[in-house]
């Protein structure tokens, strides 16, 4: 059973379009981590959020946590190839365990 | 600059034989964890360890065993590998600080491990 689901699975758009992923849990996490992935390379951290309803922004990404800290998404304005690759979000469940979404798939095109 | 050294990109391995696959982190974290990637799936976490000696199972611990006799090292064995854990293997390591609990986790590049 997986604890984080995200959706959608895969997304394929075309270089200046708005996207949202969506991280969902039916568990309550005390923090909530966003990371990117490229092919041949392990992930890297992107965000952490702790506070529910806590929202944060990196330049043309913006992550916001859920009030109930159950669910998460990342939106990305204007995107572009350079954001091509594999997005996880990550909650944290007591003793640091680390937890991961089934991922999103972003392929951006010229 | 931080590092998390995993020892093979790539492996082949038989059905039926012991693998070892070893992680070192140069970061003195206390966490580390394995895990294996496949497509649809994300990372599912096998076992995590945050501290030496102790280990903590995960979501899909059946097959597998670690070992963690040093700080810095954590190695992941599948006692008789079988075809159905070819994967995509991850180690990670993160801090653990008191009071502090989302401290960034730091992977490795990866073990593809085909086994035949």
């Known amino acids: 059973t997986q604890l984080l689901e995200q959706s959608p699975q895969f997304l394929s758009i075309q270089e200046g379009e708005n996207l949202t992923v969506y991280c969902n849990s039916s568990?309550?996490?005390?923090?909530l981590q966003w990371y990117r992935q490229e092919p041949g390379e392990g992930p890297v951290l992107l965000v952490t959020?702790?506070?529910?309803?806590e929202v944060k922004k990196l330049k043309r990404l913006t992550f916001q946590f859920g009030d109930a800290r159950k669910d998460s998404s990342l939106h990305i304005t204007a995107a572009q190839p350079g954001d091509t690759g594999l997005y996880l979000c990550a909650g944290e469940k007591d003793t640091d365990k680390l937890i991961f979404g089934t991922g999103t798939r972003l392929q951006v095109f010229p | 600059d931080v590092k998390v050294t995993q020892s093979s990109r790539y492996l082949v391995k038989r059905t039926g034989e012991k693998v070892f696959l070893e992680c070192v982190q140069d970061?003195?974290?206390?966490?580390m964890f394995w895990y294996r990637q496949d497509p649809g799936l994300g990372l599912r976490l096998i076992y995590f360890?945050?501290?030496?000696?102790?280990?903590e199972k995960g979501d899909i611990p059946e097959g597998y065993s670690v070992s963690r006799e040093k700080k810095e090292r954590f190695s992941l064995i599948l006692e008789s590998a079988s075809t159905n854990q070819t994967s995509m293997y991850l180690c990670?390591?993160?801090?653990?600080?008191?009071?502090?609990?989302?401290?960034?986790?730091?992977f490795g590049q990866g073990t593809r491990l085909t086994v035949v």
């Open positions: 959020v702790v506070t529910g309803g």
């Open positions: 970061m003195d974290h206390e966490n």
């Open positions: 360890s945050y501290d030496v000696k102790m280990k």
């Open positions: 568990s309550v996490f005390s923090s």
């Open positions: 990670a390591s993160s801090l653990w600080e008191l009071g502090i609990r989302n401290t960034e986790a730091f």
